[in-house]
């Protein structure tokens, strides 16, 4: 048994039966779906009202999905279904993540933090931030009491939100019990620069912490700074810092954004200043779940029961990181015996590189592009 996500939708050719009960599900909820249920073990028993039914269930890019149509209800009666998940590819020595999520803590957030772990593991995200506004919030015990620990571990963090700077996240971070918010930066103490804040934001955190911009381009340090990434400068240098270890270059469903988020990166990288580009999903609410934005990074960890939690971090600094809304991309470079994989240094004259693509059999891959310095595309696949 697996944690899956199922829809129970109506049949097409069947009119939607309002129901009578409002507490049976609500009446026509987002994607067609009468429910819409988080499943945390492999199974659950759902009341909803008779009729006929088609039944759904997804786990994530990594599986391919299964659907029991036609499934009829008859009031007073239980129809058992059964679904099954099979893997379309593996990741082994990669670890999943989601670094940006949010849940009741946050003055925005839409659910429980009981129901953010839910769809957090039936997403399968094996890692999971919780990046509450201006809130270090510790998901970890409730997680602990859903005992989710086979599946996922949560890691506190903070989605520090100054109005004029940008929104920051920081991760692992440290809560303080004794402090005001888990002891979160307070921003509007004092006026400090971006260079300022961001040493502020270090402050009393462990000398692991990471500090990534988030959706640069909207609420973000690039847009307030107007960032040129054709020359690598910022237009306002009083409110950008190189002092940050990743940023996002794909946020949920922002597709728009991505490309120029991904110039921005190369213009750092092509001044030699190593950042990391994540994938988040910045999910407040049930139905735009976690890890639809993902970022997978190299652990080593042949399974979940093999990871340490540290291991994904340090490596995650290091750039051993694949950012994806769905395909698992990978690619080397070999030189005269010298591999190099993501994240790696090759020095070399030549190289020949080695990709690979992975994908659900739903989801439709039509072309792979290589980018070289400048993010200048070098190839078409």
Same mark, same amino acid.
């Given at each position: 048994?697996?944690?899956?996500?199922? &829809?129970?939708?109506?049949?097409?050719?069947?009119?939607?039966?309002? /129901?009578?009960?409002?507490?049976?599900?609500?009446?026509?909820?987002?994607?067609?779906?009468?429910?819409?249920?988080?499943?945390?073990?492999?199974?659950?028993?759902?009341?909803?009202?008779?009729?006929?039914?088609?039944?759904?269930?997804?786990? #994530?890019?990594?599986?391919?999905?299964?659907?029991?149509?036609?499934?009829?209800?008859?009031?007073?009666?239980?129809?058992?279904?059964?679904?099954?998940?099979?893997?379309?590819?593996?990741? /082994?020595?990669?670890?999943?993540?989601?670094?940006?999520?949010?849940?009741?803590?946050?003055?925005? #957030?839409?659910?429980?933090?009981?129901?953010?772990?839910?769809?957090?593991?039936?997403?399968?995200?094996?890692?999971?931030? @919780?990046?509450?506004?201006?809130?270090?919030?510790?998901?970890?015990?409730?997680?602990?009491?859903?005992?989710?620990?086979?599946?996922?571990?949560?890691?506190?963090?903070?989605?520090?939100?100054?109005?004029?700077?940008? &929104?920051?996240?920081?991760?692992?971070?440290?809560?303080?019990?004794?402090?005001?918010?888990?002891?979160?930066?307070?921003?509007?103490?004092?006026?400090?620069?971006?260079?300022?804040?961001?040493?502020?934001?270090?402050?009393?955190?462990?000398?692991?912490?990471?500090?990534?911009?988030?959706?640069?381009?909207?609420?973000?340090?690039?847009?307030?700074?107007?960032?040129?990434?054709?020359?690598?400068?910022? !237009?306002?240098?009083?409110?950008?810092?190189?002092?940050?270890?990743?940023?996002?270059?794909?946020?949920?469903?922002?597709?728009?954004?991505?490309?120029?988020?991904?110039?921005?990166?190369?213009? &750092?990288?092509?001044?030699?200043?190593?950042?990391?580009?994540?994938?988040?999903?910045?999910?407040?609410?049930?139905?735009?779940?976690?890890?639809?934005?993902?970022?997978?990074?190299?652990?080593?960890?042949?399974?979940?029961?093999?990871?340490?939690?540290?291991?994904?971090? @340090?490596?995650?600094?290091?750039?051993?990181?694949?950012?994806?809304?769905?395909?698992?991309?990978?690619?080397?470079?070999?030189?005269?015996?010298?591999?190099?994989?993501?994240?790696?240094?090759?020095?070399?004259?030549?190289?020949?590189?080695?990709?690979?693509?992975?994908?659900?059999?739903?989801?439709?891959?039509?072309?792979?592009?290589?980018?070289? /310095? !400048?993010?200048?595309?070098?190839?078409?696949?």
């Amino acid at each position: 048994p697996i944690p899956a996500l199922v &829809h129970i939708a109506f049949a097409a050719e069947f009119e939607d039966p309002q /129901p009578r009960d409002r507490r049976l599900g609500e009446s026509r909820p987002r994607g067609g779906a009468r429910k819409a249920v988080w499943v945390l073990d492999g199974s659950m028993e759902v009341p909803i009202p008779a009729g006929i039914y088609d039944v759904t269930a997804h786990r #994530g890019p990594r599986y391919e999905m299964d659907t029991v149509a036609g499934v009829e209800l008859v009031s007073g009666e239980t129809a058992a279904v059964s679904l099954v998940l099979e893997e379309a590819y593996t990741t /082994p020595g990669y670890t999943s993540g989601d670094l940006h999520t949010h849940a009741s803590p946050s003055i925005d #957030g839409e659910l429980t933090v009981e129901e953010r772990l839910a769809t957090v593991v039936v997403g399968d995200v094996q890692v999971q931030v @919780s990046t509450d506004h201006d809130h270090i919030a510790d998901y970890r015990p409730m997680a602990e009491a859903m005992d989710l620990g086979d599946w996922m571990a949560s890691v506190p963090g903070d989605e520090i939100s100054p109005e004029l700077r940008g &929104h920051h996240n920081i991760y692992p971070a440290v809560p303080d019990p004794d402090l005001p918010n888990g002891g979160s930066p307070r921003w509007w103490a004092a006026q400090l620069t971006t260079s300022e804040l961001h040493a502020f934001f270090r402050e009393g955190q462990p000398d692991a912490l990471l500090l990534q911009i988030n959706h640069g381009l909207d609420t973000g340090m690039f847009a307030a700074s107007n960032y040129d990434p054709t020359d690598g400068t910022p !237009g306002d240098p009083d409110f950008y810092s190189s002092d940050f270890d990743t940023m996002e270059i794909l946020n949920s469903g922002d597709f728009d954004e991505a490309e120029q988020l991904r110039d921005i990166l190369c213009a &750092h990288l092509d001044q030699g200043l190593r950042k990391v580009g994540t994938g988040v999903s910045d999910s407040h609410s049930r139905l735009s779940g976690a890890g639809y934005g993902r970022t997978y990074v190299q652990t080593g960890a042949a399974t979940f029961d093999d990871l340490e939690v540290e291991d994904f971090f @340090s490596n995650l600094a290091a750039g051993r990181a694949i950012v994806t809304s769905g395909p698992f991309a990978t690619l080397e470079a070999e030189y005269e015996g010298d591999v190099a994989a993501i994240g790696d240094t090759l020095i070399a004259l030549q190289a020949t590189l080695r990709m690979e693509v992975l994908a659900p059999s739903w989801m439709t891959i039509e072309e792979v592009r290589l980018f070289g /310095p !400048g993010c200048e595309l070098l190839e078409t696949y």
